[in-house]
């Protein structure tokens, strides 16, 4: 046989193999295709609910290693968003909050109007709060919260502020829990509260007056236990740092200027005296299927700034009926009050500015007692609609020895406010609120400001406590 | 005499202490080495009863009074032990299949009210109260309750019912959810579940999913009356069948029926009994009806020839009221749970009543 022939004969049999080689692969593909279709119908049958009277799969471990059979185990794709709500690692809960007002007074200077850090601070346009929530679980033993806030000043100038940043004790025995960083005290109701959450576009004039702009929060622990009584009550006990603008009726050095007509240092801690002390008790009753009632009292003591030292006392009440046949809430009727009372022991002061040896100013020691209240009622009358109406009330028990000599004090002088709003949730996400306010003040006169506050949600919706 | 006390799971507090007492009015140190005392109530402890009576004969070698005291304090041992299980259900309809299972062997306390829209139940301190002294908290999941229930679950710091604790029993587990988002989810959808439809208990067959979870929550808790919880869920398995069955059979005429609801509430339930949902009041889940939508609702429907519009009892009625005028349908105001009206007392009665208020409504 040729070379050449031999070498085709050669060339024919590779190509028969190759041939054969393709049949074979081409054959085994279509055997895979046909039995992953036949998977894929066995799992779809699998995944539908089993027709006529059906017979349960029964959960081997319910709370532990099952999980649903169709929340789809889907890879994870770089285009995907990330989970951070309802997805199964949950381990940072981010949440964002834009807070808005816009409107219009009468006042010359609205910030002497307004008491809250986050009220309405001009004519125009006002950002009251950009809020930043992170939440989640630490470990087993700890849940953590931060919320910080940024706002823009009537400058312009944006700022941060750390508003609470603290971890939370979940299972301590004997009903006990604690918490530790910084965070809002637990003084009366509304002082917890977000200014979000608030039903009013701006604090109550009585919550700025004794617990400050920014409400009354600083950097502390606390311990709560809850009594082994039939009806809900817990006893919490907060120990925090007295001083900064934060604890406002203490060591708290308001800028420089004078506090109740003497200067205010916020000093140091020498010793356990100097730290701020709040008890507080709270109670809840059922009264009906559809009423409740809470019920709290709480103190507040510490040193001030002047040299004295400073009690706060406070009892707030908040009831609310809600319709047994609520249609997302809706219809309910609560109505909230707290009442408050400071007792500022004012420390003495002299002053010789020219240093002739004679005091143009000497202030001896003087209790200086203020009251304040507030009563809110709220009425959603419609799903997402709710009317509201509050009523603010602050005055001095008598004037103080340093306002007979420097004039009535804007910070004690009496004054009330009275502010009905109309509140629309479009949803549970974002909101459009608009505000009446006529303030009455001994020292000013009448004034009639008119505010639209609104708010948008993003992420986690962190549930709120009743 | 040396002695063993044995102890069974929780109770070692109680053990504890009645060695203690007894310690201290005989007088004298009781060994952990030797077994003598036991409740008796697992196979274990019945053979070391059975082992320490052939040992040392203690029938015949204790005095009365330690015989006594003894008695006594198993007596105690045994009451604390075969204390109620304590149950909290977020619904009253995992808390009615909770009683089924659990009997006289547990208490249940059930949070919101039928009548009442679960998504929105107030988190009244109460509640701390309650889930404070829990054993078992029984939750649908799927974020039905993510609205009210952490913040109970973190003022009522119960260890027992944590997430992952033994005594947090997710309900929807092992059902099988429907209308799960495929695609993405935003809130520009409205508040869709991301994790799929929670009203998961409105097919009864689910109910059997829901009872097998809480009964082997219940036996897993309190093992001694495990056999207990396990005849009661077959009981109850054989009743919710032979009325599955019937229902089936009731509803058998209606398959394929078109039907309007207010939120998608009934889904397990159209889904088990082959009705098809042709559209919901809402143009999205949790955003209130606007006319546009009512108005490209009603021809659509009327179109379809939906025949039913179903709603909860906590809906407003007016707008369901004009959309089912102006498509020509019923409306019925059907309870989706237990205690939504006075005569839905229990699971079977939510399906008895709501499927006898369909067949009802549709008679020719």
């Known amino acids: 046989m040729p070379l050449q022939a031999q070498e085709t004969n050669q060339l024919e049999q590779l190509k028969k193999q190759l041939q054969e080689m393709q049949q074979n692969f081409e054959r085994t593909q279509r055997e895979q295709q046909r039995q992953i279709e036949a998977l894929k119908k066995q799992i779809e049958e699998f995944q539908k609910p089993p027709p006529g009277p059906a017979t349960a799969p029964p959960p081997s471990a319910p709370s532990g290693t099952a999980a649903a059979s169709s929340a789809a185990a889907k890879p994870w794709s770089p285009s995907d968003p990330i989970p951070l709500l309802g997805g199964q690692r949950s381990y940072l809960n981010l949440s964002f909050d834009g807070l808005f007002t816009a409107g219009t007074s009468t006042a010359k200077e609205i910030e002497g109007l307004t008491t809250g850090g986050h009220d309405p601070k001009q004519r125009g346009f006002t950002v009251q709060n950009l809020e930043t929530t992170l939440e989640g679980k630490v470990d087993p033993y700890f849940r953590g919260l931060a919320a910080l806030i940024m706002q823009i000043d009537r400058e312009g100038e944006s700022f941060l502020e750390v508003e609470e940043a603290y971890l939370e004790s979940m299972a301590l025995p004997a009903n006990l829990q604690v918490r530790a960083g910084q965070f809002f005290t637990e003084f009366g109701r509304q002082n917890q509260f977000h200014p979000h959450s608030w039903d009013f576009v701006d604090q109550p004039l009585v919550m700025g007056r004794f617990l400050g702009g920014d409400g009354l929060r600083s950097a502390g622990a606390r311990v709560s236990w809850l009594t082994p009584t039939p009806f809900y009550s817990e006893l919490y006990l907060t120990i925090q740092n007295s001083h900064g603008e934060t604890a406002h009726s203490f060591r708290n050095e308001n800028e420089g200027e004078p506090f109740l007509g003497r200067p205010s240092e916020p000093g140091s801690v020498r010793n356990l005296d100097d730290m701020l002390f709040v008890p507080r008790y709270v109670a809840s009753f059922n009264l009906t299927d559809s009423q409740t009632l809470v019920a709290g009292a709480s103190g507040a003591f510490g040193p001030n700034g002047t040299g004295g030292n400073t009690e706060l006392f406070g009892v707030d009440l908040f009831w609310k009926w809600k319709s047994p046949r609520h249609h997302a809430g809706f219809p309910f009727v609560a109505w909230q009050t707290e009442a408050m009372l400071r007792r500022f022991k004012a420390g003495a002061f002299a002053e010789d500015a020219d240093g002739d040896g004679v005091n143009e100013l000497d202030l001896s020691g003087e209790r200086l007692t203020d009251y304040g209240l507030y009563s809110q009622m709220l009425y959603g009358f419609r799903k997402g609609w709710i009317a509201g109406l509050r009523g603010d009330y602050v005055f001095p028990d008598r004037k103080g020895e340093y306002e007979s000599i420097a004039g009535p004090d804007p910070d004690r002088a009496s004054r009330w406010r009275l502010s009905p709003n109309l509140t629309w949730y479009p949803s549970e996400f974002s909101k459009l609120r608009l505000q009446y306010n006529y303030d009455r003040r001994n020292t000013m006169g009448d004034d009639h400001s008119v505010w639209l506050q609104f708010e948008f949600l993003l992420g986690a919706h962190a549930a709120h406590k009743f | ?364």
């Open chain 2, 1 to 364: 005499m040396k002695t063993k006390l044995i102890r069974h799971g929780s109770d070692i507090r109680h053990w504890k202490f009645i060695r203690h007492s007894l310690e201290r009015v005989l007088k004298m140190p009781f060994g952990w080495n030797r077994p003598l005392a036991c409740c008796g109530r697992l196979p274990a402890c019945r053979n070391v009863r059975r082992q320490v009576a052939a040992e040392n004969g203690l029938a015949a070698r204790s005095t009365p009074f330690q015989n006594t005291l003894l008695a006594f304090a198993l007596a105690f041992a045994a009451t604390t032990a075969h204390a109620k299980l304590n149950v909290v259900a977020t619904l009253p309809d995992f808390g009615a299949i909770a009683e089924e299972i659990g009997g006289d062997k547990v208490k249940v306390t059930s949070i919101a009210r039928g009548t009442e829209d679960a998504h929105f139940v107030d988190a009244r301190p109460s509640f701390i109260r309650v889930l404070n002294q829990a054993d078992v908290l029984l939750e649908g999941g799927l974020d039905l309750e993510i609205g009210w229930l952490p913040p109970l679950l973190n003022a009522a710091r119960n260890a027992k019912i944590l997430h992952d604790a033994p005594g947090h029993v997710i309900l929807s587990r092992g059902i099988t959810v429907l209308e799960v988002p495929s695609g993405p989810v935003d809130r520009s959808m409205g508040d869709v579940h991301p994790s799929g439809n929670p009203h998961c208990w409105l097919d009864p067959a689910n109910g059997k999913v829901i009872a097998a979870s809480a009964a082997a929550a219940f036996a897993r808790l309190d093992p001694p009356n495990a056999a207990f919880y396990e005849a009661n869920l077959k009981t109850f398995n054989q009743r919710l069948d032979a009325k599955l069955a019937e229902w089936t059979k009731r509803m058998e005429p209606l398959r394929g029926l078109k039907v309007v609801t207010y939120h998608k509430s009934f889904s397990y339930f159209l889904e088990r009994f082959g009705l098809e949902l042709a559209g919901t009041i809402e143009p999205k889940p949790g955003i209130e009806p606007s006319p546009t939508h009512i108005n490209a609702l009603i021809p659509r429907a009327k179109e379809e020839g939906v025949k039913l519009v179903l709603v909860e009892p906590c809906r407003p009625r007016k707008t369901p009221e004009y959309v089912a005028g102006s498509i020509g349908a019923k409306l019925l105001i059907l309870p989706t749970s237990v205690g939504g009206n006075a005569k839905v007392k229990d699971y079977i009665d939510l399906f008895d009543y709501d499927i006898g208020q369909i067949v009802e409504a549709l008679k020719p």
